[in-house]
């Protein structure tokens, strides 16, 4: 069964670049049925779409974080990526990444990994 | 953006009780809302997608209804496991959005 998991640093510095791995295992990016996303949820409150990308490298963005985000996909290693440049307090959050259905459940988070908590301070 | 508002924040209820949360939209999303459950320490699930139609393995207990701007997710006798906060999300328009939650609490 597919399975998602977030990697990388737990704290990051303030106006730096969060930068954030989601492995998929079990399935391949590839597949044609789902493209990807990252969620983030602040402590104690709600969730905030962030952005999507297909195994094609095509990718929406939230306009609220457009200007900051880059979302990519290493199809070579079943992974895609998400990096946050010049971070904040506000940023502080547990991010999770998605599978989002094509096929089925079509613009749905279908799937989810456990999520990593990521802390900007000094 | 379309903004989702859920109510009530908090619904405090009984196992066994029927549960009725409401999610309203902004603008129509005609019947492109789902609903998630998330309980304390873990990734939210999807329960309800398409307004209505449960997700993998969902139990039927679960059911979803509405269109346009008036959702409703209903749980119909409350298993202990089913206390947890319960999200909507619209996937009519960019950027999706996400209600603020409700939060289901035993009484």
């Known amino acids: 069964q597919m399975q998602l998991q977030e990697s990388g640093p737990g704290l990051v510095k303030p106006s730096e670049t969060l930068s954030l791995t989601c492995t998929v295992s079990?399935?391949?990016?590839?597949?044609?049925?789902?493209?990807w996303g990252w969620i983030r949820q602040p402590p104690g409150k709600g969730l905030e779409w962030i952005g999507n990308i297909y195994y094609s490298g095509s990718a929406d963005y939230n306009p609220s974080l457009k200007s900051r985000v880059i979302i990519s996909v290493d199809t070579s290693k079943n992974q895609f990526s998400l990096k946050l440049r010049s971070v904040t307090a506000a940023d502080t959050a547990v991010y999770y990444c998605?599978?989002?259905?094509?096929?089925?459940?079509?613009?749905?988070?279908?799937?989810w990994g456990r999520g990593t908590l990521v802390t900007v301070s000094s | 953006e379309i903004v989702l508002t859920q109510s009530p924040a908090t619904l405090s209820l009984s196992p066994g009780e029927r549960a009725t949360l409401s999610c309203r939209a902004s603008?129509?999303?005609?019947?492109?809302l789902a609903w998630y459950q998330q309980k304390p320490g873990q990734a939210p699930r999807l329960l309800i997608y398409?307004?209505?139609y449960r997700g993998t393995g969902i139990p039927a207990r679960f059911s979803g209804s509405g269109s346009g701007t008036d959702f409703t997710l209903t749980i119909s006798s409350l298993e202990p496991e089913d206390f947890a906060v319960y999200y909507c999300q619209q996937r009519s328009n960019w950027p999706r959005t996400f209600g603020q939650g409700t939060k289901l609490e035993i009484k």
């Open positions: 603008q129509s999303v005609s019947s492109y």
């Open positions: 079990s399935g391949s990016i590839s597949n044609s049925r789902y493209y």
């Open positions: 398409d307004a209505s």
């Open positions: 998605a599978r989002v259905g094509v096929a089925v459940a079509i613009g749905y988070f279908d799937l």
